[in-house]
């Protein structure tokens, strides 16, 4: 057992944790503050190392377990479950699954390659069309990767790219980052929408509307998204042409055989849910409920089964946004947010004045601390969130304009470790994709597309009033 370096790290994460509840050295941190510190350091320990694939949920209920004895309400514990985030989570999930199972994702994803003439920039093209539509159709980007990484990995053995080489990178980065950036956007195109709500403080979550959303958010990841795909053009592009051709596409999107009455229905639905998010300020239908009665019509129709239930949606994944969302609240009531407050403020408030400088210094620190605040940098925006963003918000900086810099580090990778994605991408793929260094070109190419999609956004923020 101790020779798994993952089970190692858990137990070294555990004695400093202890260490720390003992010696207690934070100056001015009451002892609770230090025994919830404690708790959240074991909690990642088993949420990033995950000894013997153990799940989510054994971390969350470390947590949970841990504040309630601490003396924390359940009302603390668990007051991520009562955000809209979650429960615009679950249905989401169940979209997912629903675009799996009819097979109307793979229907799409064909349907887009067929329509153009097989070339490398087409290709790119193809794969952006793909991550639009699957994004409008589903938030959850693990469904996405299920269905594009393996059209991908079948593009790549077609068009005679050797595994690992830079032409099969190529094909597979742009796929995997069409299924990860453009959907950040707008509200319900990736998780990244539903858990910054979570994680807004409540006085400032009205601001966070499907509209306001996509006019303050859908223009910067546009360039991401863009910026990103033509350097990984630039840099990995085959020298020789593409050895497919379109009959290539035609003959596999005829072996799906015709449209289904599930596909119809499954599509019909899921586009009158993008069609009430869209228009959320005229009929006053928050976003979660609108996602709760598609829901609710899928199983009608029985495109979800009630023996889907439990297979539909990941519930263990559930468990760990849901704690997760919980962490803001447990850290403001231990007192470790207000402790730190000031230290942010300090380093933070004096860079207001000059949103650019803001925005810069706020994302690329949000990378830094993705090097070791692993799962996605939520114990970091837990930790910030309740602090920074109303100060931000009153030195006229809207609340979305500043979850920018925190879209940007939960999308971040450099190395392959950071991003949880890139793991799964690389299971579906069989590790035939793409080689580390091509991951750290990627990782470098999306640092790029960040800053240049500052540079654009911050005079037009201005332009639309969400930077004064």
């Not at 790290?9 to 510190?37: C, D, E, Q, R």
């Not at 603390?76 to 979209?95: H, K």
């Not at 976003?287 to 990941?314: H, K, M, Q, S, Y």
Request: aromatic share 14%.
């Amino acid at each position: 057992m101790f020779k798994d370096s993952r089970v190692i790290g858990v137990i070294l994460v555990i004695l400093t944790a202890l260490m720390l509840s003992f010696v207690k050295p934070f100056n001015g941190l009451a002892p609770l503050g230090h025994y919830v510190i404690a708790a959240l350091m074991i909690t990642l320990a088993f949420w990033i190392f995950k000894p013997g694939g153990i799940p989510f949920l054994v971390g969350s209920a470390i947590l949970v377990a841990g504040g309630l004895t601490l003396g924390l309400k359940y009302s603390v514990v668990a007051s991520g479950f009562v955000s809209s985030a979650v429960w615009i989570l679950i249905p989401a999930l169940y979209f997912g699954f629903v675009l799996q199972k009819t097979g109307l994702g793979r229907r799409i994803a064909y349907l887009v390659l067929k329509s153009f003439t097989p070339s490398w920039a087409t290709m790119a093209l193809s794969w952006f069309i793909i991550g639009l539509l699957l994004s409008a159709l589903t938030p959850s980007i693990t469904v996405r990767l299920a269905i594009v990484m393996p059209i991908a990995l079948g593009v790549i053995d077609a068009c005679r790219q050797k595994y690992n080489s830079n032409g099969s990178a190529y094909i597979a980065l742009i796929a995997f980052g069409m299924c990860i950036f453009p959907g950040t956007g707008w509200l319900t195109g990736s998780l990244g929408g539903p858990i910054m709500i979570g994680f807004l403080p409540p006085e400032l979550r009205s601001l966070a509307t499907f509209n306001a959303w996509f006019r303050i958010l859908a223009l910067p990841w546009f360039i991401v998204t863009a910026v990103y795909v033509l350097l990984i053009y630039l840099l990995m592009k085959p020298k020789e042409p593409i050895r497919i051709t379109l009959d290539t596409f035609r003959k596999q999107y005829a072996e799906l055989g015709p449209v289904t009455r599930q596909e119809i229905i499954a599509a019909l639905i899921l586009l009158g849910a993008l069609l009430l998010f869209t228009t959320e300020t005229w009929h006053g239908i928050p976003t979660a409920a609108t996602a709760l009665l598609a829901l609710v019509l899928l199983f009608l129709f029985r495109i979800i089964t009630p023996d889907e239930i439990g297979t539909g949606a990941n519930w263990d994944v559930i468990m760990f946004f849901g704690v997760a969302l919980s962490l803001s609240t447990i850290l403001v009531e231990a007192k470790v947010t207000a402790w730190i407050a000031p230290a942010l403020e300090a380093g933070m408030l004096a860079l207001a004045p000059n949103p650019l400088l803001f925005m810069m210094v706020a994302t690329f620190g949000v990378f830094l601390i993705r090097f070791v605040d692993v799962p996605w940098g939520y114990s970091t925006i837990a930790l910030t969130t309740t602090v920074l963003i109303p100060a931000w918000n009153q030195f006229g900086i809207h609340p979305l304009v500043a979850t920018f810099a925190y879209l940007a580090g939960i999308n971040f990778f450099l190395l392959g470790y950071q991003q949880p994605w890139v793991l799964m991408a690389e299971g579906i793929i069989r590790n035939r994709g793409w080689a580390a260094g091509h991951i750290f070109t990627a990782g470098f190419c999306y640092i790029v597309a960040v800053a240049v999609a500052l540079l654009v956004s911050v005079p037009y923020w201005r332009m639309i009033g969400a930077v004064q």
